[in-house]
């Protein structure tokens, strides 16, 4: 009858709501030889903590590895900021070298003025009205999320 009380701390344990000893307990459990069939399934998620733990790392791997990333790094960035310093001279030569003067959109009559920007001003509340609208769905997930998972 163990099983029952077990299944009981699962539920626990994936609501989120179990205390240290319980998951203690659970891991114990799933670590021993007496678990029924059809609890099997969970023995390797109980199994994986209990490897995890047993891992040690060394600190000299970890501090070679971290030692060639960095090297690897101070060969690397002079590279790419010559590249992005290059790329930035040459597309101020090739965007902005043309001497051309540039429609700006100027008009002599008031009314054909008042008129292309109502026109502007009218595409652009379409497009914020659109990104309103987005907003309200972000807001959506929020409010679900938020039911869905529990803060703490």
Do not use: C
Not at 50 to 77: G, H, I, M, P, Y
Not at 129 to 145: A, C, F, R
């Amino acid at each position: 009858m163990e099983w029952n009380k077990m299944e009981g701390l699962l539920e626990k344990y994936f609501e989120g709501d179990t205390n240290v000893d319980e998951e203690n307990a659970l891991r114990h459990y799933f670590l021993s030889d007496d678990v029924p069939p059809h609890l099997e399934q969970y023995k390797a998620i109980f199994g994986y903590f209990a490897k995890a733990k047993k891992e040690n790392l060394t600190s000299n791997a970890v501090d070679s590895q971290l030692f060639l990333s960095k090297k690897r790094l101070a060969l690397w960035l002079p590279v790419a900021a010559s590249v992005v310093v290059m790329l930035g001279v040459g597309g101020y030569f090739y965007f902005g070298s043309t001497n051309e003067k540039q429609d700006l959109g100027t008009y002599q009559s008031p009314e054909v003025a008042l008129k292309e920007t109502q026109k502007a001003l009218a595409m652009l509340s379409t497009h914020v009205n659109t990104g309103i609208e987005s907003v309200m769905y972000i807001k959506e997930y929020e409010h679900s999320k938020g039911l869905i998972f529990k803060k703490q």
